[in-house]
């Protein structure tokens, strides 16, 4: 007969007033497989901790979030940020969704091409792009988004040289109502610089502006910021055409949508507070719909959302290493992920859940990661079944920044899974090994002997 | 070790000393390791028959029974 599932024996004092005598119950059931592919075998088989991606996911949300736009504006592209999730597989499920690609470096740049972009889908975003960055994208055809005057005049020196009319828009930062106001990206809209971008631009014709575009911040709470945000690029757009009788083919409203997760010290949870697609949908096409752009001269709309996109498809699968008590009687429970792999911990009180079953009953505890360092905190407390060494959680939502946040630091990086849209699983980066750290580095000829 | 005589304990997990007006909430598995000291049993004993009965390996088995009698007599719900 197959033996039982050991939960680890536990007692808890009640407090008077306390009416539910298992205290405060644990509300979710177990994660014990993913799109029908069992966790422990998963385990087993890639070790521990596994992130594991669900195709499946990434591609019903981006279905889900393209038709909520296209149903209120008619002309909607998204442009995958590769900066979110830049595993080529990951972004390939993008491009074949039809998603173009958002970069804002070489390397992403170089990425987005071998994964089959052709330069004129691919959006070149951020502060860093040198000349010869900016060669290869003029070249290419791709759209760079200036971000400085520095930037704009070392466009229109290239233009002139290379002889090519670089596609460009520019990004706008601008008063949203929300506060901190991201104002360090692009040219501000309120004090009339991003004005003096454009007739700069438009006043000289060695470069095509071709869209405008903002990014107002990340997990932004209020679909309203991006109302306000499409109304002052829909007011640049009118005015643009009136002065130089030039159109805007299309305003990009960046990324920023809230995922579902709760935020560090919020007091309800994110599925209960982010808006939904449908709420920053209705406040964006409101905007340009109800703005003063005539109908048939309507841009396109391109969105760069990333965390929104991809949060929920991602997992990570760990192992608990040990439970300890703290001096003052709390409990600890260290777990073999840490702040390495899991860098957004810093941001959210992640879902954590056991992957085999339980009772109703719960303790309370810290849980920790791994690594040697007073950083390594994956929950301050967290309500859950009495585990044991050994016991299998998964942490749901980490789809968005990990795999491209993640440092290299004390250990090495585990292996990252893709489930397909038929179950069938595939290992899409492998864990890394001592030689490829190690790889990178050289010893100068008199430290190699260590015994002189 | 033997359980001191004015505690009850429920099948449902609810433990009541009423030498002291305290009440605990225990697991199962927590109720049967009770349950099995009620039973005179020894911890050697009690390990044996929490093997046998649970996929767990020992040292895990080992450390959490240990704690959890600790537990127990610091809650003076058991006495030597
Ligand atoms: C220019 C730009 N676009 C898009 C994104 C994606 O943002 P999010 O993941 O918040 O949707 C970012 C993120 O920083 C960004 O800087």
């Given at each position: 007969m197959a033996k039982l599932h050991f939960e680890r024996p536990n007692i808890k004092k009640l407090n008077v007033g306390i009416s539910n005598k298992f205290g405060s119950k644990t509300e979710f059931e177990p994660i014990t497989e993913i799109d029908g592919v069992d966790i422990k075998e998963l385990i087993v088989k890639y070790g521990s901790p596994l992130f594991i991606i669900s195709e499946k996911t990434i591609r019903e949300t981006y279905r889900e979030a393209k038709q909520t736009f296209e149903n209120r504006f008619p002309k909607v592209q998204f442009a995958w940020s590769y900066k979110t999730n830049y595993l080529d597989a990951v972004c390939k499920v993008f491009h074949q969704e039809g998603s173009w690609a958002e970069v804002v470096s070489r390397f992403e740049y170089e990425k987005a091409l071998e994964n089959g972009m052709p330069g004129n889908k691919i959006i070149f975003n951020g502060p860093d792009k040198t000349e010869d960055d900016l060669k290869i994208a003029i070249e290419n055809k791709s759209f760079i988004h200036i971000d400085h005057f520095d930037e704009l005049y070392s466009i229109m020196n290239l233009a002139e040289h290379l002889k090519k009319k670089p596609k460009v828009a520019i990004r706008v930062n601008m008063d949203?109502?929300?506060?901190?106001?991201?104002?360090?990206?692009?040219?501000?809209y309120e004090n009339g610089e991003a004005w003096e971008a454009i007739n700069k631009i438009l006043m000289n014709?060695?470069?095509?502006?071709?869209g405008l575009h903002t990014h107002?911040?990340?997990?932004?709470?209020?679909?309203n910021a991006y109302h306000i945000a499409a109304s002052k690029l829909a007011d640049l757009a009118f005015h643009i055409k009136k002065k130089y009788n030039h159109t805007i083919q299309y305003i990009d409203m960046g990324g920023g949508f809230a995922s579902k997760n709760t935020l560090k010290g919020a007091y309800l949870s994110g599925l209960d507070t982010s808006p939904t697609f449908n709420d920053y949908a209705e406040a964006i096409s409101s905007a340009l719909l109800n703005s003063e752009i005539p109908p048939d001269s309507l841009p396109m709309l391109i969105l760069e959302t990333g965390r929104a996109l991809i949060d929920d498809a991602g997992s990570l699968a760990g192992t608990v290493i040990a439970i300890k008590k703290l001096s003052d009687g709390r409990r600890s429970t260290i777990v073999d992920?840490?702040?390495?792999?899991?860098?957004?911990s810093f941001w959210y009180e992640h879902k954590v859940t056991p992957a085999q079953g339980f009772t109703q009953y719960s303790e309370t505890s810290s849980m920790y990661g791994?690594?040697?360092?007073?950083?390594?905190?994956?929950?301050?407390t967290i309500t859950l079944p009495p585990l044991k060494k050994g016991d299998n959680l998964v942490v749901s939502?980490?789809?968005?920044y990990n795999m491209t946040q993640w440092m290299q630091f004390i250990t090495l990086r585990p292996k990252v899974v893709m489930i397909d849209s038929n179950g069938i699983t595939h290992i899409i980066r492998n864990n890394e090994l001592l030689k490829d750290v190690k790889g990178l580095e050289s010893v100068p000829e008199h430290l190699k002997k260590i015994n002189k | 070790m033997k359980i001191n005589k004015k505690i009850a304990v429920s099948e449902s997990g609810f433990v009541f000393d009423s030498s002291t007006g305290d009440s605990f909430s225990v697991n199962p598995s927590g109720i049967e390791i009770i349950n099995l000291v009620r039973e005179n049993k020894a911890e050697d004993d009690i390990r044996k028959i929490l093997l046998d009965k649970y996929e767990v390996s020992v040292p895990v088995l080992e450390k959490s029974l240990s704690e959890f009698l600790g537990s127990l007599r610091i809650a003076k719900i058991i006495e030597d």
């Open positions: 949203t109502g929300v506060y901190p106001m991201w104002d360090r990206f692009g040219f501000n014709d060695k470069l095509e502006l071709i107002i911040g990340t997990f932004m709470l209020s679909a992920f840490g702040v390495n792999i899991l860098f957004t791994p690594l040697c360092m007073n950083i390594d905190v994956i929950r301050e939502r980490i789809g968005a | -």
